[in-house]
Each structure stands twice: as structure tokens, then as C-alpha cells.
């Protein structure tokens, strides 16, 4: 039965990959290849005595060392990927996203994948044939972007050098000098860069525009007044300086000139009303949807889950208001309309905020409190040298969520952690008090169990912990905004905020969204869910501000399927708890249980759970 069980599971994550950087040099999550396996290589199997000499020289050693071979061709071809997990050996290397890029890609995806394919699972350890998976995966995934999605033709937000330059400057894996000169070294083909996005585009969506827009402009700090100081103060030879500056004009007038081309392509297609559709459709969102979310189901099923969890909390939130209304409101008549009533008493409590000067002060002073109550109840150990620094988010970075987490990777596992947090301060009275009232002193502290502690900056600590680069490497999104929504509700079942009915009733309404961002993707994706018909949801069905829906109606014409994630994730690793506890009875032990589950790295849940339940079968 296990076998059958793992032979199952293969079956479905074959069609599946999770988070990697796309041609452009961005991460982004996967879609599925179906119709496209007339162009993937293939590999015999109608000779016997062939399949029985390739079995018979499969091993587990060949598995990793071709891993690691895989690995490392990987870094060389996405260097801006390979920073940002903290491989700094190709800092100086900068892709062109041109078609020889492309076909190089595309080159290396098919060869890996008749490579890899070779392999029968049966012949290696559980750890490795789900590492497999998750390479045949990317490989499928990265050849349906090239051959079919080909989001590099229609999203220029896709085309960014800021990130990987940034890391270089802020990130101490080498003293300045030897930072800078890596930097002067990557600026040469940053104009290169810039002309070959320009090439690409050919029909791209307003939103993805309007996005690049905004953060390229935002790019430019990266290159600003800080960078000319440090080089100014830095021991590079005078030689080396000017070198510097000319590469940096250069660089800098590139940018420019691609916000100019996006600033008047904007123009003329708004013109000629001749923007492509941001919405990709069912067959493309249920391909991509089984890559990036890897569970037992549709987009389509989780769509219809999603509407019935929506109908459920809003009857939990009803029992709650109930019972805070005589609290709040004890001169006035509860209103026949349980969404009324529910809005009333969720109005009453977001004047309960912050001010937009002391917002970021808030979230950074609340981290050391969340430590001490996940210490306290010895939910899961922390490692107090990992160092998490909350940031303005920066300009290159805004537009796309409100909060968020930049985290090393495994080879620089001892770099910063930065919570980035949006400039609330920066926005008009009206705007910010829509945002505060939304982010209230309740929601903050959900917010911040999220993001931070032990959401996403602790899973992502124990991460860099996996003794498998493939995992975190290809790290199922599911898995890791799944975790982040699993904390809330765990740290409240723990005691934290000592059951207080109007924490429990703003929970609710965090985890209302996380449902609706579901039944929004869908529907704006797959059943042409307008604006206003999305406002209305967000904001009647949902009780969201008006800031946040609009924040995040753009959120969802950005993105595809990413939204999804939190619920699906959230879903799975509650029913594997429950699983797990019912196998191990008095044994089960929450502690432990979160230990070994965030063991295995960013792994997709049903693949942690694979793992798990063989670890305590007999």
C-alpha cells in the first residue's frame, strides 16, 4: 500500500512544480505542461533489455550527484536566483533574456528531463524520489513557460535588474571592495538587458505595464545617491571608481529608457484599446494551478470548498458578534442581516489601531512578545541568532502586498531576514486611515504571526535546516503560505491573546480572507469576476477596507493562482495534524509534530506527508 501510495503521489506531482526564478531572473510559481509533450524528449521503454541496464545502473549516488550537477547548471543560467539563495559564485553574471537565452533554457530543461526521467523511483529512498519529482516538475514547468505561457512576450513587471543588485550592496558575503567591483562587473550588461526586454514584449496586460512601471522606477534607488557614497568611500582604485561611474550611467540611463518605452507603449495601447487580457482562462489556470499548489484537486473543487468555508466562518463570526454586541453597542437593536451586524462590530473594533507614523514601530515592537509566548508554550524552538530586521519595504519591491519576508538562502543561511513593511506613512490621511483601520491593532498581531513569528520567517529559518537543496530550492508556495495561515490558527488554539472574543472575532476575518482570496483568483481568472463585483465581495462579504480590496483587486490582476495557496496549504497541513494525531494518540506531541514538519524544507504537504507517515509506520 505505501508503494502504491508514493507511485500515486509521483503520478500527481509529475504535473507539478513549486517557486523558481523565470527567464527574466524574478521568482515566480509554475504551470503545468500537457499539451506540450511532443516537444519534451523521450525515453525508451519498449526494450526490455534497455530499461533493465538503465534500472540496473540507477543509484541513489548518481540520484545526488546529478542533483547537484543540475543544481549548479541552474545557478549559471538564473544567477539572479542563484543570490538570492545566496550562491554568490555568479554574482557577476547578469542574463539577457533574448531568444539564444531562451533556447539555451529551453536546451537545458529538455536534456535535464530525459536525464531525470530515466530514473524508476522504486530504486531510490522516499527523500530522494520526492526530490525527483520536484525536478521532473520544474523541468515540465520551466519548458510550459518557454513553449506555451510565455509570460516574458506579455509581462514586462517580468524584466527587473534591481533585486539581485541590491542583495550584492546589502549583504555582507564579502567585504564592500570585493562587492563593488562584482557589482561594476554585472552593470556592463544591464543595457543589454533593457534592449532585450524591450525586444521581447509584444502584446503585454495593463497591470502587468502599470507594475513595471512603478518598480523600475523604484529600481533606481538601488543605483542612487547610497550606491555613489559607498563607492566614493570604498577602497577601489581611482581607476576602478571612474570604470564604475561610466558602467552606472550606463545602467541607469537603460532604466530610464525602459520606463520611458513602458510609459508610452502604456500610452498607445490605452489608446488603441489593445491591451492583452490579464485573465488567462480555465485550461491555463488549471495547468497552472496543479503546478503550483500540488493537492488532490482542481482549481475548480478548491473554488467551490473555498464558498462553503466563506458560508461556515460567516456563522462562527455571527456566535462572536452575538456575543460582543451587548459590549459594544448595549443601547442599540442587533440587526436582523448577520453580515450587517458582523460589519458593525468589526467597524467597532478597527478604531483600534495605530497611527500611520507608529505603524512600522508597532510591528517591529510586537516581534520580542510573539518570541516569548512561542517559548513560553514550547510550540517549537527558535534560533535567537537568526537575525530578522523589519525594513520599509523598498521602492523596487512596492505595489504588490502590503507586508512580506526576504530571506537568505541556504548558502548564506546566517544573512538577514528582512520584514518588509509597506511605507504606511507615505500615504494620504484618508488612505491610511482605511489601511490602520484594516490592519488594527488586532489584525497587526495576526499580521505579524504571519509574516514573522513562527510564520514565515521561522519556517523559512528551518528551511535552510533541510538537508535537501532540491526542496527548498523548489519550494512549493502551498507549503509555505499553507504554514503561515496554519500559525494563526495554532498560536489562538495555544492561548495566545488569552481567548479574547475580539481577537478570535478578527481572526476570523483574517482567515475569511484567506478563503475569499480563493474564490477571488477563481473568479476573476477563470469567470470573468469584474471590479465592482470583486469590491463587493471583498468588502461586503469579506468586511474589508476599502484600501485593502483595492490593494488587493490589483493583487489578483497581477497574479494567477498565487492566491490560492493560502487556503490550500492551510487545508492540507490541518488534515495532516489531525491525521498524524489519530495514528499516534497520547504519542502525538504538537512540538514535535511542528519540528518534523518543517524538517523536510519547502516541500509540497503531500509530499511532507509521504515522508512523515513512513518515518512512524512500523
Same mark, same amino acid.
Given at each position: 500500500?505505501?508503494?502504491?501510495?508514493i507511485?500515486?503521489?509521483?503520478?500527481?506531482l509529475?504535473?507539478?512544480?513549486?517557486?523558481?526564478?523565470?527567464?527574466?531572473?524574478h521568482?515566480?510559481?509554475?504551470?503545468?505542461?500537457?499539451?506540450?509533450?511532443?516537444?519534451q524528449?523521450?525515453?525508451?521503454?519498449?526494450?526490455?533489455?534497455?530499461?533493465?541496464t538503465?534500472?540496473?545502473?540507477?543509484?541513489?549516488?548518481?540520484?545526488?550527484?546529478?542533483s547537484?550537477?543540475?543544481?549548479?547548471?541552474?545557478?549559471?543560467?538564473?544567477?539572479?536566483?542563484?543570490?538570492?539563495?545566496?550562491?554568490?559564485?555568479?554574482?557577476?553574471?547578469?542574463?539577457?533574456?533574448?531568444?539564444h537565452y531562451?533556447?539555451?533554457?529551453?536546451?537545458?530543461?529538455?536534456?535535464?528531463?530525459?536525464?531525470?526521467?530515466?530514473?524508476?523511483?522504486?530504486?531510490?529512498?522516499?527523500?530522494?524520489r520526492?526530490?525527483?519529482?520536484?525536478?521532473?516538475?520544474?523541468l515540465?514547468?520551466?519548458?510550459?513557460?518557454?513553449?506555451?505561457?510565455?509570460?516574458?512576450?506579455?509581462?514586462?513587471?517580468?524584466?527587473?535588474?534591481?533585486?539581485?543588485?541590491?542583495?550584492?550592496l546589502?549583504t555582507?558575503?564579502?567585504?564592500?571592495?570585493?562587492?563593488?567591483?562584482?557589482?561594476?562587473?554585472?552593470?556592463?550588461?544591464?543595457?543589454?538587458?533593457?534592449?532585450?526586454? +524591450? @525586444?521581447?514584449?509584444? *502584446?503585454? /496586460? &495593463?497591470?502587468?505595464?502599470i507594475?513595471?512601471?512603478?518598480? $523600475?522606477?523604484?529600481?533606481?534607488?538601488?543605483?542612487?545617491?547610497?550606491?555613489?557614497q559607498?563607492?566614493?568611500?570604498?577602497?577601489?582604485s581611482?581607476?576602478?571608481?571612474?570604470?564604475?561611474?561610466?558602467?552606472?550611467?550606463?545602467?541607469?540611463?537603460?532604466?530610464?529608457?525602459?520606463?520611458?518605452?513602458?510609459?508610452?507603449?502604456?500610452?498607445?495601447?490605452?489608446?488603441?484599446?489593445?491591451?492583452?487580457?490579464f485573465?488567462?482562462?480555465?485550461?491555463?489556470?488549471?495547468?497552472?494551478?496543479?503546478?503550483?499548489?500540488?493537492?488532490?484537486?482542481?482549481?475548480?473543487?478548491?473554488?467551490?470548498?473555498?464558498?462553503?468555508?466563506?458560508?461556515?466562518?460567516?456563522?462562527?463570526?455571527?456566535?462572536?458578534?452575538?456575543?460582543?454586541?451587548?459590549?459594544?453597542?448595549?443601547?442599540?437593536?442587533?440587526?436582523?442581516?448577520?453580515?450587517?451586524?458582523?460589519?458593525?462590530?468589526? +467597524? @467597532?473594533?478597527?478604531? *483600534?489601531? /495605530? &497611527?500611520?507614523?507608529?505603524?512600522?514601530?508597532?510591528?517591529? $515592537?510586537?516581534?520580542?512578545?510573539?518570541v516569548?509566548?512561542?517559548?513560553?508554550?514550547?510550540?517549537?524552538?527558535?534560533?535567537?541568532?537568526?537575525p530578522?530586521?523589519?525594513?520599509?519595504?523598498?521602492?523596487?519591491?512596492?505595489?504588490?502586498?502590503?507586508?512580506?519576508?526576504?530571506?537568505?538562502?541556504?548558502?548564506?543561511?546566517?544573512?538577514?531576514?528582512?520584514?518588509?513593511?509597506m511605507?504606511?506613512?507615505e500615504?494620504?490621511?484618508?488612505?491610511?486611515?482605511?489601511?490602520?483601520?484594516?490592519?488594527n491593532?488586532?489584525?497587526?498581531?495576526?499580521?505579524?504571526?504571519?509574516?514573522?513569528?513562527?510564520?514565515?520567517?521561522?519556517?523559512?529559518?528551518?528551511?535552510?535546516?533541510?538537508?535537501?537543496?532540491?526542496?527548498?530550492?523548489?519550494g512549493?508556495?502551498?507549503?509555505?503560505?499553507?504554514?503561515?495561515?496554519?500559525?494563526?490558527?495554532?498560536?489562538l488554539?495555544?492561548?495566545?491573546?488569552d481567548?479574547?472574543?475580539?481577537?478570535w472575532?478578527?481572526?476570523?476575518?483574517?482567515?475569511?480572507?484567506?478563503?475569499?482570496?480563493?474564490?477571488?483568483?477563481?473568479?476573476?481568472?477563470?469567470?470573468?469576476?469584474?471590479?465592482?463585483?470583486a469590491?463587493?465581495?471583498?468588502?461586503?462579504?469579506?468586511?474589508?477596507?476599502?484600501?485593502?480590496?483595492?490593494?488587493?483587486?490589483?493583487r489578483?490582476?497581477?497574479?494567477?493562482?498565487?492566491?490560492?495557496?493560502?487556503?490550500a496549504?492551510?487545508?492540507?497541513?490541518?488534515?495532516?495534524?489531525?491525521?498524524?494525531?489519530?495514528?499516534?494518540?497520547?504519542a502525538?506531541?504538537?512540538?514535535?509534530?511542528?519540528?518534523?514538519?518543517?524538517?523536510?524544507?519547502?516541500?509540497?504537504?503531500?509530499?511532507?506527508?509521504?515522508?512523515?507517515?513512513?518515518?512512524?509506520?512500523?
Open positions: 500500500m505505501k508503494r502504491l501510495t507511485a500515486l503521489l509521483l503520478a500527481t509529475l504535473s507539478a512544480c513549486g517557486q523558481k526564478e523565470d527567464p527574466a531572473g521568482t515566480k510559481t509554475g504551470t503545468q505542461l500537457q499539451d506540450a509533450q511532443s516537444e524528449p523521450r525515453v525508451e521503454t519498449n526494450t526490455s533489455s534497455k530499461a533493465g538503465r534500472k540496473s545502473a540507477i543509484n541513489e549516488g548518481t540520484f545526488e550527484r546529478l547537484n550537477q543540475l543544481i549548479e547548471r541552474m545557478w549559471h543560467l538564473f544567477p539572479s536566483w542563484a543570490i538570492s539563495n545566496g550562491y554568490y559564485k555568479v554574482a557577476a553574471e547578469l542574463q539577457v533574456p533574448d531568444n531562451r533556447r539555451e533554457v529551453l536546451s537545458f530543461a529538455r536534456s535535464s528531463l530525459n536525464q531525470f526521467s530515466g530514473f524508476d523511483p522504486e530504486s531510490l529512498n522516499p527523500n530522494a520526492t526530490d525527483l519529482a520536484l525536478i521532473i516538475n520544474f515540465n514547468e520551466t519548458i510550459w513557460k518557454l513553449t506555451e505561457f510565455k509570460p516574458h512576450e506579455w509581462n514586462p513587471a517580468d524584466y527587473n535588474v534591481s533585486h539581485g543588485f541590491a542583495l550584492i546589502n555582507d558575503y564579502a567585504p564592500l571592495d570585493d562587492r563593488l567591483r562584482t557589482f561594476s562587473e554585472r552593470l556592463v550588461k544591464v543595457p543589454a538587458y533593457y534592449a532585450a526586454a +524591450e @525586444k521581447a514584449l509584444s *502584446n503585454p /496586460a &495593463s497591470p502587468q505595464l507594475l513595471a512601471i512603478q518598480q $523600475n522606477e523604484g529600481a533606481q534607488s538601488v543605483f542612487g545617491k547610497e550606491l555613489e559607498k563607492l566614493a568611500n570604498s577602497g577601489l581611482d581607476r576602478e571608481k571612474e570604470q564604475f561611474t561610466n558602467r552606472l550611467q550606463a545602467a541607469r540611463k537603460a532604466i530610464d529608457e525602459y520606463v520611458v518605452y513602458l510609459q508610452t507603449l502604456h500610452a498607445q495601447m490605452e489608446q488603441a484599446d489593445s491591451f492583452r487580457d485573465r488567462i482562462g480555465k485550461e491555463a489556470y488549471e495547468k497552472k494551478f496543479q503546478f503550483d499548489i500540488q493537492i488532490s484537486m482542481s482549481g475548480e473543487e478548491l473554488y467551490n470548498r473555498a464558498m462553503k468555508e466563506k458560508d461556515r466562518l460567516h456563522l462562527k463570526m455571527d456566535e462572536l458578534a452575538d456575543k460582543l454586541w451587548p459590549k459594544y453597542f448595549p443601547d442599540e437593536k442587533r440587526p436582523d442581516d448577520i453580515l450587517e451586524k458582523i460589519h458593525k462590530v468589526l +467597524e @467597532k473594533l478597527s478604531l *483600534n489601531h /495605530a &497611527s500611520k507614523e507608529t505603524f512600522k514601530s508597532e510591528v517591529e $515592537n510586537q516581534i520580542p512578545e510573539l516569548a509566548f512561542v517559548n513560553e508554550k514550547d510550540l517549537l524552538s527558535l534560533d535567537p541568532e537568526k530578522l530586521i523589519v525594513r520599509t519595504t523598498p521602492p523596487y519591491m512596492r505595489g504588490f502586498s502590503v507586508a512580506s519576508i526576504n530571506a537568505p538562502g541556504p548558502y548564506d543561511k546566517n544573512a538577514n531576514t528582512y520584514y518588509n513593511v511605507p504606511v506613512d500615504l494620504s490621511d484618508d488612505r491610511a486611515e482605511s489601511f490602520l483601520r484594516e490592519y491593532t488586532y489584525l497587526m498581531q495576526i499580521l505579524n504571526i504571519h509574516e514573522a513569528i513562527p510564520g514565515h520567517y521561522t519556517q523559512l529559518v528551518y528551511a535552510n535546516q533541510s538537508p535537501s537543496l532540491i526542496k527548498n530550492i523548489l512549493n508556495g502551498a507549503m509555505i503560505e499553507g504554514w503561515a495561515v496554519y500559525t494563526e490558527r495554532m498560536m488554539e495555544a492561548g495566545y491573546g481567548f479574547q472574543p475580539e481577537l472575532m478578527m481572526y476570523y476575518k483574517w482567515n475569511l480572507r484567506t478563503v475569499v482570496n480563493t474564490i477571488l483568483d477563481y473568479s476573476i481568472q477563470v469567470k470573468g469576476m469584474t471590479e465592482e463585483q469590491m463587493e465581495l471583498m468588502m461586503k462579504q469579506a468586511f474589508q477596507q476599502e484600501t485593502e480590496a483595492m490593494g488587493k483587486w490589483r489578483a490582476t497581477l497574479s494567477q493562482v498565487q492566491l490560492t495557496s493560502y487556503f496549504g492551510y487545508m492540507d497541513i490541518m488534515e495532516l495534524r489531525e491525521e498524524i494525531k489519530q495514528k499516534l494518540g497520547d502525538f506531541d504538537l512540538k514535535a509534530f511542528h519540528e518534523k514538519f518543517l524538517s523536510y524544507g519547502n516541500a509540497p504537504v503531500p509530499v511532507i506527508r509521504e515522508l512523515m507517515l513512513a518515518d512512524i509506520e512500523p
